[in-house]
């Protein structure tokens, strides 16, 4: 059975571990701290690789950035990430191929081969972290766009300039359904800079009726979203992945999702695929191109 060297690359931690065809984690998963140089991650990946390479067919990488459509490099990077981070020559640290995919493209596909929506011929997955990460799966083929950056989830929410989202602009989906927004939501709310997403969290769960409506704030951003998105892709399902994704209940957005919506009734659902859908998802994508 073939055998894939994968690595999750973060602003902040690289997992590495090896999976098998069937997206089977054959290790457990390796933690390192992201270095803050190019160097620094470069050495990471190469130690891994020379540990593993002589029993491994591929080596594959899931990113933060945009891919481009070849799977072989880094066209944009975060800001998450180091400077310089889109020039690294990744093809050359190994002698095996070496397969990149933006990071939540792969925690898509890993839902879509063996997580919440196995079996679906159109899925949008967002993952609900510090910020949103998007895929959407068509037909068996994730949607790339033309340069590989497509499912970015930094469309507009609202007109006014409220608030500045971490890619520069204003008043992207993100700035309103990440943690970060729970947080910032809050902050309008509650007219309180202290306040954190813990303190809403917690707030819920003592029946705090202002942490409450903060919440239902947050929540019916992320629905308003959603619609957005149903209404373009006419999806079977969306996928809800991430730290955050554990707070929402998917039948209330699902319910208000579909009294919204110009499109056919769509479902709204957890992801399954675990906490390291990324090198699953993109594991499973390498080694499935093998095969070509």
């Not at 493209?105 to 899925?123: H, M, T």
Request: aromatic fraction near 8%.
């Amino acid at each position: 059975m073939h055998k894939a060297l994968a690595f999750d690359i973060g602003g902040t931690k690289i997992y590495s571990t090896i999976i098998d065809e069937r997206g089977k984690l054959l290790e457990e998963p390796i933690k390192f701290a992201t270095p803050k140089d190019i160097d620094g991650i470069k050495e990471i990946l190469k130690g891994q690789i020379k540990k593993y390479e002589d029993e491994i067919d591929v080596v594959a990488i899931a990113t933060a950035g945009a891919v481009n459509n070849e799977n072989t490099a880094v066209i944009g990077s975060t800001g998450n990430l180091v400077e310089g981070y889109y020039t690294i020559d990744f093809q050359e640290l190994s002698k095996k191929p070496v397969f990149l995919e933006n990071d939540a493209n792969a925690a898509a596909w890993a839902e879509y081969k063996i997580g919440a929506s196995k079996g679906s011929k159109v899925s949008v997955m967002l993952t609900l972290g510090t910020g949103v990460g998007g895929g959407i799966i068509i037909n068996d083929k994730i949607l790339k766009g033309k340069s590989g950056a497509a499912g970015e989830m930094h469309f507009k929410m609202y007109p006014d300039h409220r608030r500045k989202c971490s890619c520069g602009s204003w008043d992207c989906y993100e700035a309103y359904a990440s943690g970060t927004a729970l947080k910032l939501t809050a902050e309008e709310m509650l007219n309180d800079k202290n306040v954190t997403t813990y303190d809403v969290i917690d707030g819920i769960k003592t029946g705090d009726a202002r942490m409450q409506a903060v919440f239902d704030k947050w929540v019916n951003d992320i629905t308003i979203g959603i619609m957005g998105l149903a209404n373009i892709f006419d999806p079977d399902c969306v996928v809800l992945s991430g730290s955050m994704a554990q707070f929402v209940n998917p039948e209330t957005i699902e319910d208000a999702v579909n009294a919204d919506i110009v499109t056919t009734p769509t479902s709204i659902r957890i992801a399954t695929a675990g906490n390291f859908s990324g090198m699953i998802g993109v594991a499973l994508l390498a080694l499935g191109g093998l095969d070509g």
